[in-house]
């Protein structure tokens, strides 16, 4: 049997609760699956403030890399809000994703049937819900260029310089025509390639790219068209690509087309099958320790890991197909029951369990 290393961040707030929901269902599929799982904490965040005064202790660091893949809760908390810059829980997940090379970041955007009514969008428009995966450069781009202040002309200035080259741009082009390839073979390309120098070299190799997978379908788009399209004709899109910045935004807004932030996995990727899993929802402070918190968007983050940190598709399927089962019977926890009675983390962990 393979026996996988897992790396547990748990972190604050509901960090812990939901981890714990995701490791129980990962023991239960692999006994069903017949995979082996070692799983070791490690501190980050608040809890390890706390413990040993710094957001991110050089032993996680190292036990991260030590891991096989990564599941993380999430950091933060009002508690550790006004520590230095340097202090802060949040420095914890840059410094993890550094250290851990992560240059992709995989983002899920569904809508499930069950889950429509919680959709902004108008009913017409979701008709035929959406799926969509957004691949986001991370490391590169205008978040890490050159910046400063400076005296310009009219005074004080402050500037921010996007650069890209073409490795950064290859790698993360590549990963976003493999993920197209498994999925429906539709990639997109989003970019400002009317204005921006960093868009035309990134366009120009997604087309020397796309030369060698002539099974899926390339086109690229302006990225103030998609933050319209998303919203206008969310179906039309499969893989989505885009730098660092674009991504960040654009990501959000899909996310919140889903109208449910407890649902959403992501995952950080490097070259490899080096990982980091996790919610894209922060520590929500003000249910944690209640058992009230949805435990699905990590449960769905570790079925992303099963399948790309360690290709073991059927488990990873079953785990969604369990999720799609527990929404279809219409069991919800409180942020989607809409005060009609609902289910504990707990609950909600032994229902999606027991559809495994
Ligand atoms: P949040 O995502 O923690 O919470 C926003 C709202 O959504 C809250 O009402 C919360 O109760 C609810 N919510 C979030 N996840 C939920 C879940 N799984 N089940 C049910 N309800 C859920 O965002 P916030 O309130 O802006 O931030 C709280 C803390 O989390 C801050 O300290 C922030 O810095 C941190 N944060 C961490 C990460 C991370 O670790 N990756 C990401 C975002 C925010």
């Not at 995979?35 to 991110?56: E, K």
């Not at 660092?244 to 996310?255: H, K, P, T, V, W």
Request: hydrophobic share 40%.
């Amino acid at each position: 049997m393979k026996t996988y290393k897992i790396g547990l961040l748990r972190g604050d707030g509901i960090g812990p609760e939901i981890v714990d929901s995701a490791v129980r269902v990962l023991e239960a599929v692999g006994k069903k699956y017949s995979v082996g799982f070692t799983f070791t904490p490690y501190l980050i965040g608040g809890a390890a403030i706390d413990q040993c005064g710094q957001p991110l202790p050089q032993e996680t660091v190292d036990g991260c890399l030590n891991s096989d893949s990564v599941l993380l809760g999430a950091v933060g908390g009002p508690k550790w809000d006004n520590l230095a810059g340097h202090l802060r829980p949040e420095k914890a997940l840059l410094g993890i994703r550094a250290a851990m090379g992560l240059f992709t970041n995989l983002r899920p955007a569904k809508l499930y049937p069950a889950l429509k009514a919680e959709c902004p969008l108008r009913e017409d428009i979701v008709e035929n819900g959406f799926d969509i995966m957004i691949v986001r450069e991370l490391t590169g781009g205008i978040y890490f260029g050159e910046r400063g202040y400076r005296e310009g002309k009219y005074g004080e200035e402050a500037y921010d310089t996007e650069s890209y080259s073409r490795m950064e741009i290859e790698r993360i082009v590549r990963v976003a025509f493999e993920t197209a390839k498994k999925r429906r073979k539709k990639l997109t390309s989003i970019d400002k390639a009317n204005v921006l120098e960093t868009s035309r070299l990134w366009r120009k190799i997604v087309h020397e790219i796309a030369g060698e997978y002539p099974e899926v379908e390339v086109s690229d788009m302006l990225v103030d068209n998609a933050a319209m399209q998303l919203v206008r004709n969310p179906s039309q899109f499969d893989v989505i690509v885009t730098s660092n910045m674009f991504g960040d935004i654009l990501s959000d807004e899909a996310s919140q087309i889903t109208g449910s932030i407890g649902m959403l996995p992501s995952a950080s990727l490097s070259g490899g099958t080096r990982g980091l899993y996790e919610p894209i929802h922060g520590s929500a402070p003000d249910i944690a320790g209640q058992n009230k918190a949805n435990p699905i968007a990590t449960i769905l983050s570790a079925a992303m890991m099963l399948l790309y940190a360690f290709d073991e598709r059927e488990a990873a399927e079953a785990i969604t197909a369990a999720v799609d089962k527990v929404l279809d019977q219409g069991l919800r926890t409180a942020d989607l029951a809409r005060g009609k009675e609902a289910l504990s983390t707990t609950e909600m962990t032994d229902a999606i369990i027991e559809n495994l």
